[in-house]
């Protein structure tokens, strides 16, 4: 079944899923807790975990999250080492 405006536009989807009852509870008390629905809790659980999915993992990288700049000369072992550098992995 799909919901729609007046003019037509579908705006949401029916869907039917199974939640184990425990699960069902949670999700019950917490929509409960935001003032939401549990259909408004659990569509913006799943948005959430999807967008979570989708970002990127340089986001947490972090070669890609250091922005200073180095003008002092580089450790000669560091094209060799850098995990050790970036992470402190020690081998």
């Known amino acids: 079944m799909h919901v729609k405006f007046a003019n037509g536009v579908k705006i949401m989807d029916r869907t039917t899923i199974m939640l184990p009852p425990e699960l069902k509870t949670r999700a019950s ?3 409960k ?7 408004q ?4 659980a799943l948005q959430k975990s999807l967008d979570m999915e989708n970002r990127s993992k340089v986001d947490d990288d972090s070669l890609f999250m250091d922005n200073a700049v180095f003008d002092d000369p580089t450790p000669e072992d560091l094209a060799s080492d850098h995990d050790r550098y970036l992470y402190g992995d020690e081998k």
């Open 29 to 31: 008390n917490q929509a």
């Open 33 to 39: 807790k935001m003032r939401v629905s549990l259909g």
């Open 41 to 44: 809790y659990i569509r913006e």
